[in-house]
């Protein structure tokens, strides 16, 4: 009886087909979100200074969008209180006043020594993020970042808050961060010393956590939130 061997031919397979690169393309924010985004950085920074008068088309160009979204940028940012429209006119970028700067520090105030408070005995994870924010606060000093350092600056104190436990006290506290990155900026522009007494200040308050003294840390909030009342207070007009 003959066997019957199988052989399986082997065909050379098809070189594969090539591989289309993935086209990844970077959705631009709507046109009226840019020029939000635009216009309120520069306020905060203080390249828009109080007192200066935007325009539509000064803006559109800016941006490079058309009037339209200029406007519905314009109106977003009078209700959150940074500028006032005035028709055919333009922007005008409120100063901060004395009455708004008394109003932050005292709420601040309230926020923060009873967080503070609250977040001792403090966990390893809020030390270690403490002395990592006050380390990137020192490099952007030395940079000279003037802007980086008040948001670092701002960092510190919303991370002890968020660490008290209390999610309603911590939403409160955000809605102040405007205002906070506006006069900290101003604080460190007129009073450049100032930046390396807060870092200091901020080393004492991470100490005081870190021991466990819970009033110390108060203290220290205390002393630190009241002197921007002073030395921002040339912001005012």
Known sequence: MRSCCIYAVCMPAAPPAPVEPVKTSA?????????????????????YEGGTLLTE????????VSRTPVREALLRLEVEGLIRLYPKKGALV???????IADVVETRLLVEEFAARKAVP?????????????????????????????????????E??????????????????????????????????????????HGELLDAIRAGDAEGA????????????VLVRGEDR
């Open 57 to 64: 088309g000064d803006l559109a160009e800016a941006v490079g």
């Open 160 to 201: 002890i808050v968020k660490h008290a436990g209390n999610e309603i006290l911590s939403r409160l506290y955000d809605q102040l961060r405007d205002r906070q990155l506006r006069m900290g900026v101003a604080v460190m522009e007129a009073h450049p010393g100032r930046i390396a007494a807060n870092i200091t200040e």
């Open 218 to 229: 108060a203290q220290v909030v205390r002393r630190h939130v009241s002197r921007v009342k």
């Open 122 to 158: 403090a966990s390893a994870q809020l030390i270690a993020r403490l002395e990592q924010l006050l380390e990137e606060q020192r490099q952007l000093a030395e940079a000279g970042d003037l802007a980086a350092v008040a948001v670092k600056d701002r960092c510190f104190h919303a």
């Open 94 to 100: 409120l100063a901060v006043s004395a009455q708004e």
């Open 27 to 47: 959705k631009q924010p709507p046109a009226a979100e840019r020029v939000y985004t635009h216009i309120k950085e520069a306020v905060l920074d203080r390249r």
